[in-house]
């Protein structure tokens, strides 16, 4: 588990929005490179937004892999070159987004990449590290699995900050329903209460909640506090369209939603809420 700080400056009353993009499996046929690339596309153009990655970047399936179908694989995808294949082709997806910074403050917009089980099955039975190489192809932060995020806004000519803590992971489990994965949220965000805000990859669907804590503060004033949940959704389909089924298609998984949430800040009044984007 990792622990990062990520300093933005703000003017008063600017709202900033961060996305947290992750599950493209690029490498498959499955996966919408067009809605992927367009996601990027946007953030990098976007004046007062920043990402990170929540894991799971390309598909990384190899032949000895009993998830490996033939069929699927994407055309641009050598087979003896699989791993360096699918890490070059997600640095040229995102080199724009990386490349971009937050308005005219001198800061790069990517706070870093998570890993998924995808890049850790590789390395493990594959001994090819991809997260490694891509975080230092990109010259980006590697988060880890899991990763404690404390986003500081500064503003300008002041000394006035507000911090918000955040807890991201890649997230694990193969719930299908969604009262199953909106349950998986809400454990998440039960075992990290002091955070305002919780992203959970891996369970490729949008699913966005809020919870509320009771606390007292430092004048011992009983109140609430409000905390905002969001699983990251994903860029891969589980049926298309003239392709050979994938293991999705195979264990009749459901139909899912792509593309990310977002989450907004507002560090002026101290609030962070998330929505479908």
């Not at 992750?22 to 990027?40: D, L, N, Q, S």
């Not at 399936?61 to 995808?77: C, E, K, L, Y």
């Not at 004048?219 to 905002?228: D, L």
Request: net charge neutral.
């Amino acid at each position: 588990m990792e622990v990062r700080r990520f300093i933005i400056p703000y003017h008063w009353g600017e709202i900033l929005r961060g996305y947290p993009v992750g599950c493209e499996h690029f490498g498959t046929k499955h996966t919408a490179e067009g809605i992927a690339r367009r996601k990027y596309k946007q953030i990098a153009g976007e004046p007062l937004s920043f990402w990170w990655n929540m894991g799971d970047k390309g598909d990384f399936i190899t032949p000895s892999d009993p998830r490996w179908r033939h069929g699927t694989i994407a055309d641009w995808v050598k087979e003896d070159n699989i791993a360096t294949n699918q890490e070059d082709f997600y640095c040229d997806v995102v080199k724009e987004a990386v490349r971009a910074e937050i308005a005219d403050y001198g800061i790069g917009k990517c706070v870093g990449l998570l890993w998924g089980n995808h890049e850790d099955k590789i390395r493990k039975h594959n001994h090819v590290n991809v997260q490694e190489n891509i975080c230092t192809k990109l010259g980006v932060e590697n988060l880890g699995f899991s990763c404690m995020l404390h986003i500081i806004f500064r503003r300008v000519n002041s000394t006035e900050a507000h911090m918000f803590k955040g807890y991201i992971t890649h997230g694990s489990g193969n719930a299908q329903t969604r009262g199953g994965k909106l349950m998986k949220l809400r454990k998440i965000m039960n075992q990290v209460r002091d955070v305002d805000f919780v992203a959970v990859g891996h369970m490729h669907d949008i699913i966005i909640e809020t919870a509320e804590t009771l606390q007292t503060n430092k004048e011992m004033v009983i109140g609430n506090k409000e905390v905002v949940g969001a699983i990251t959704g994903c860029f891969l389909r589980t049926y298309t369209q003239g392709v050979e089924a994938g293991y999705g298609e195979l264990r009749n998984y459901d139909p899912v939603p792509l593309g990310c949430p977002v989450f907004i800040f507002d560090p002026t009044h101290g609030k962070v809420t998330v929505s479908r984007d």
